[in-house]
């Protein structure tokens, strides 16, 4: 169940027609969300919600294709204990 699609499109020589096209987010039944390129452009990272209801972070990388993602962190829940906050990963480094 991913929200987001993210796939590298690879073009003909003459940029007319479509060649190649391969997904950079793993297929899963756990929601990702707001995918972001890192400044270097070898990698992904993104936002999962587990089978726990965690949301953590993953990265990806992209040099190596079926490569699987990586944990970095699992996000602390808020701390008013509201369930409807927004997350979104911006940019990173």
Same mark, same amino acid.
């Given at each position: 169940?991913?929200?987001?699609?993210?796939?590298?499109?690879?073009?003909?020589?003459?940029?007319k027609?479509?060649?190649?096209?391969a997904?950079l987010?793993?297929?899963?039944d756990?929601?990702?969300?707001?995918p972001?390129l890192?400044?270097?452009?070898?990698?992904?990272?993104? #936002? *999962?919600?587990? $089978?726990?209801?965690e &949301?953590?972070?993953y990265?990806?990388? !992209?040099?190596t294709?079926g490569?699987?993602?990586?944990k #970095? *962190?699992?996000l $602390?829940k808020?701390? &008013?204990?509201?369930?409807k906050h927004? !997350?979104?990963?911006?940019?990173?480094n």
């Amino acid at each position: 169940m991913c929200d987001y699609t993210l796939e590298q499109i690879t073009f003909s020589p003459d940029h007319k027609n479509v060649v190649n096209r391969a997904s950079l987010l793993p297929d899963t039944d756990r929601a990702v969300q707001t995918p972001v390129l890192s400044p270097d452009g070898k990698s992904i990272a993104f #936002i *999962a919600r587990n $089978e726990a209801r965690e &949301d953590v972070i993953y990265k990806i990388d !992209l040099a190596t294709p079926g490569t699987q993602p990586v944990k #970095i *962190a699992k996000l $602390e829940k808020p701390m &008013d204990g509201a369930a409807k906050h927004r !997350l979104s990963l911006i940019t990173w480094n």
